[in-house]
């Protein structure tokens, strides 16, 4: 599913833009601590109290565009998450039937993948939410998985990229009658 593809690279470019300001700020509050201060004339109190001021004030200026940013990049994070809590499918369980049918669809074996996009050959004891369920996937047959336990928690509530989503309807061809749906990842609509 193309949509599964531009959230993963929306977050990735987020995530990616996050670190960059946060290296950003780090440099320029660095950079302005280590600024040499035109020292105050005289001697005295009010001559430590200008050069601390003169400190912060450069401070100050150096940090207020990199934080500006973070505090947008925040913002956009926080409205994502928002948006994936009032996506979230209100069962999160697959029932008996839909688990029967998806360990039967995998022949009782994980179908996520371990390296070199192989698939992983322990036997299946969970029922996984491909598109993760606390990100908005749905619980239904299409964005079931079946999962040892191993990869179930090596894999966590991490979107999958578009290249794993690739790789498993690649792999599901060779266990999969023709006849049968081989797409994986299903998100929840908007309510």
Not at 54 to 77: D, Q, R, T, Y
Not at 91 to 104: H, I, K, N
């Amino acid at each position: 599913m193309p949509e599964l593809g531009r959230i993963y690279w929306t977050r990735q470019g987020l995530r990616l833009a996050y670190s960059a300001v946060m290296v950003w700020l780090a440099v320029a509050l660095m950079s302005a601590l280590m600024s040499k201060t035109v020292p105050a004339t005289g001697a005295g109190p009010s001559a430590a109290a200008g050069v601390l001021r003169g400190m912060v004030e450069n401070v100050v200026a150096a940090v207020a565009l990199p934080g500006v940013a973070a505090v947008v990049l925040a913002i956009a994070a926080a409205v994502i998450t928002r948006r994936d809590v009032r996506r979230r499918d209100p069962v999160r369980r697959f029932t008996r039937q839909q688990r029967r049918e998806g360990m039967a669809r995998a022949g009782g074996v994980c179908e996520l993948e371990v390296g070199f996009g192989r698939r992983c050959g322990r036997p299946a004891e969970h029922g996984d939410h491909f598109y993760p369920w606390s990100k908005g996937g749905s619980t239904s047959l299409q964005n079931f998985v079946a999962a040892c336990a191993r990869c179930n928690r090596a894999k966590r509530a991490r979107i999958p990229s578009p290249g794993q989503q690739q790789r498993m309807e690649r792999r599901r061809r060779e266990y999969l009658p023709p006849s049968a749906s081989l797409s994986v990842g299903e998100r929840q609509p908007v309510p």
